[in-house]
């Protein structure tokens, strides 16, 4: 059974989502159940995973025993296990969260939901464990086909948002799609180890060049990193709430992902740094989005919005890190990966219980928040340290890395624009601190017989995973040292 | 000269492509659009097919010759009469999904004409602002 993990935890959300949508027609209740269920089997073979690359090192699992240039292979080392665990625990937390909101926002439309729920983590899960570049591209076609979906379902400016994405999201997998076959002319393979050996034995050509060149362009539209971010903050903004909960976290530091692998396995460290040395233009492209990011959520007044202006910040982070192309720097960018997930999801979670309760998430309507919804607000606390990157959070550790990775490498640009962006982070979080802190509820007016501020929490489906996952911010900040060293590290001694 | 005749199929994938980006990045029009990036995808699944096209060449299947007796005659196989039929497979994918996107995409036209009642990019962006 233990051997045949890779593959389950593939399989099954797949088969689930399917089943979900059968089930959906007579039942709909029971698709929460299913689906909360699913991943909770998905949670507990990723972590099994998890626990086997540790002690006997990276898992290798071949699609119907064909051996592995011919076949599909899945490849679990130690920076994808990680990841999967991430994407599993992430999505079981949105799933729980998600009870009551989807039954406000969406109604009758639950089973659909749901089943696209599956089959997004699926695909989620898939890009990042296959070690084949073109199942690559269908898996990424898979989960952006269902987050279009999911995405529409919600109403009004949702639609004209979502199909400026399937634009955007479309140029994005077919560069990608036209830089595999670049590969494919090149090496006549499409397994990436296989990719690696034959692209380092051969002397580098303009076609590896332009591979590289539409990989990375296309997996920059994906992340929406800062010239190419136009698509991401409406989608995130008018999606329903648990739908950006789940996608928020999950798809740009997927294509983050796909961007460490390619530039890691695929390509080598030798031909990035050494034969193109492009670093300094992209760095330099990491911290125009940095600040980019920054001055835009600066100007919003919707929190929705504000936080999805930070994502474009944070994707600069990882950029820059992956880019400066030492040790820490790919340290950082790693880690922040799992960081900015769960701080992501942390802070969403909090808005959507925000919105569920309020209705709105306008800076104007957090006036006296934090006495109606004192357990919402620890969650959003947390997750607002953990993003100006205050310890024992581990927003603190990624930039902690990120900042020595930039002082090693004498990027001083990109040092500069993390310390900004933290400043910024804390000048905007404090903002919400004081209205909802300092500032009187709105409709409290002098009636004696009631209590002045009555606490009007969200459901306690909601606020679990919310405090569960400020629980994990602070939880993986303090071993920190023990992910860095058992994980990230015998990841970045296998290219470095 | 020789140029263009040699790399002809690959010249027609590049004008085809950047029509389609073109169309996609630039036309105001949803379902212009969306025909844009129909013809993007088809220009990349041209470009597959091209790259493992042979002149001559027959499918990898390989027929048993019999002699007189009905016994198989030894063959040698040579590589080079065969294409390699990986780039058809993998474009088989391809088309799935880009049908699978474009009717996504079309349905959501649909849904944005009957929100906005307007097909045009920047009349709707007006009408929101």
Redesign the interface.
Known sequence: MIDQAPALIVVIPLLAALFITVIGVYKPRLSWILTVLTFVITSIFTIITLKQVVVIGPVYYMFGNWPAPFGIEFVIDHLNALIIAMISIVALLVAIYSKHDVKKELGDKIPHFYSLFTLLVTGLLGITMTGDA?NL??LL?VSA?TS??LL?LS???A??A??NY??MG??GA?FY??GV?YL??NT?S?NMADIATIINANTYSYAVLAAFLFIMIGMWTKMALFPLHGWLPNVYTYAPTSTSCLLAPLMTKVSVYVMLRMMTSVFNYDYIFNVLQWQQVIVALAVLAILAGSILAFRQDNLKRMLTYLIVAEIGYMVGGAWLGNVNGFTGASYHIIADGFMTLCLFLAIGCIIYKIGDSSLASMKGIFKKMPLTMVGFLIGAFSMIGIPPTCGFFSKWYLLSGAYEAGAWPFFVALLVSSLVNAILFFRIIEVGYFHALPEEEPNHNHPKHKRDEAPLSMIIPLLTTAGLLIGIGIYTADIVTYLIRPFINTFL | MDYILNHFNYIIVVII?MLG?WG??SLSN?VK?LIS?AI??TG?IL??IS?GAKKGSSIPIIKQAYDDHHHPIHQTINHIDYA?P??QI?ML??IV?GV??LG??L???Q??YS??KSLN?DE??ES?S
Request: aromatic content about 12%; overall charge positive; glycine content about 6%.
């Open positions: 073109f591209y269908v076609e086909l279009y979906a529409a109403k009004g400016r639609y004209i979502t199909f399937l634009i479309t140029i077919c799609l036209l076959g494919l002319i006549g499409l | 492509m980006l996609m990045l949803l659009k990036m993007f995808q990349i470009f597959y790259m390699n990986l780039t993998l994918t391809a999904v699978a996107t996504l995409g349905a959501l036209t849904r944005v929100e906005h990019e709707i962006l929101l």
